[in-house]
Structure formats: C-alpha cells, structure tokens
C-alpha cells in the first residue's frame, strides 16, 4: 500500500487535498478493538502524503443491536478509541444509525475535535433537520459528502448561519 500511497502523492497537483477512510478492519470487522496495529500502520501509510493528507475518516456501519444494543454500549468503546487518536491529524466521523445522533453523540465528537460527516443519504436525516435538536458542527472544520448542486444553497445557508453565529 505505501507504494500506491506514494504514486497519489507523486502524481497529484501540490494543492491537492485527500481524504481518506480509515479501513474496514477497524471500523467494521474489530469495531475499534483490538485494531491498534492495523491503524498505526493506515496512519504511517497514509503520512506518506504528507500536507496532502486531510481528514481521515471513520465510516462506521449500521449497527445491529446484536452489535451495540445501545449508543451507550457505542461509545463505551468508541471513546478509549478517541483517546488514544494522534492529535496532530483531522478526523472526520460518519456514522449510520440515526437514532444515535443527539447531542450526546456531538458532545463526544467536541470533546476529541473529531468532525461529524453531514451526508446527504435518503435513509440518514439532512443536516437543518439535524440543527434543529443539536450543533452536528462539532469541530472547527466540517465534512460533507453526497450533496449534488441543488442542495449546494441549502448547506450554504446552514453553514453561513452557523458560522455568523461565531
């Protein structure tokens, strides 16, 4: 994997920024335990690219009761994860089960300056719906994905509000 790590940082416009997602192994096949050499060795990899690395994410599945019957049971383990993060990177948190998304969760995600993902996907609730029961802007930075053009204005505002509130 360096090698082609290597190849994206030769072979991209200096400027360029990526963003890359933390491997499965970590966040959906050991669900964060017992993970610490598989993500030391993503994170060495991933320094290859050097100011050219930018949020690495943790892209979580849907969680089946059988996995996590609570988001307390969640973040049981996800927060002695969060400790041992390196605080010298961006970290970026997308997660799918919805009912999990409170204030508890954004509190968390503060806390450890990691960024919730705001993500435009028919089964997880758009970003102003959201805003409405808690900030999902828990970082100084934020993450988006899957927003095509039209939606563009409609972040755009949110965005503008919340930051104008600062």
Known sequence: MKTTVNGWALKTPEEFIFSVKIPRVVTHEKVLVGCDPEFEEFVDTMDILQEKLGPMVLQFPFFKRSVF?????????FIPFLKKLPRDYKFAVEMRNKEWLNQDFADVLREYKLAFVLQDQSWMPHPNELARDFDPITADWTYTIGFPQFFFLCIQSFLLDRISKY
Request: glycine share 0%.
């Open 69 to 77: 019957k609570t988001q307390s049971d969640f973040l049981d383990r």
